[in-house]
């Protein structure tokens, strides 16, 4: 079998044996093909006042539900009590839940013609959702924080499902009622219940004493019992 590297070095035709073509081209940089904040021309039939509009209102739910599904995780690694391991399992729940919603928002700004956000500091910079401390937080303030960051972002995504169907974008508005609103709901009905403050084991023997004493009226002489 002919050996390439009995070719001279300086030979027509030489192909490097020592690795270098089928190693990766690594630190490239170049030009940017589209800039951020700017919308590319895709035949879909809507305005441009429509694709602009639902790509900045998508944006800003995409990064207040990612700053919402890592506030998840957080408290699905942090959290502690007498109800770790439940709401351990129900916190990473809701990240995938919100994972989920994540992509579907992102790839919705793109199909659109938009520019996603996705990096960290990014996300930092422009969400409206109050940042937790990197502290240990009690369960019932991981509950509290949760349940403010859906509010946030189930009244972002209506307003910004209305104004889609005003400008006849009801792809975005299917998304953000059918997915992101109904998700969110459903989390904070999860979540909500938490925060609810019923005794853990035994009953309210106080109220219970009470209710059980009004219903049960002596009857007077001769009449009968009063049905309960
Ligand atoms: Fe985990």
Redesign the pocket.
Known sequence: MASVQGQGRKGAGWKSTDGDQASPILRQRGKVLQRAGTLRKLPLGLSEEAKADSVARLNQVLVDTIVLRDMY?KH??QTSGATFYQL?LLF?KHYEEQAELVDALAERIQLLGGVSLGMPHDVAELSKIERPPRDVEEPAVQLSRLLEAHEYILRQSREAARRASELGDEGTNDLLVSEVVRVNEMQVWFVSEHLVDVPLVTADQETAATSVASADVEPKRGEAPTSV
Do not use: P
């Open positions: 995780k699905h690694w351990h990473d």
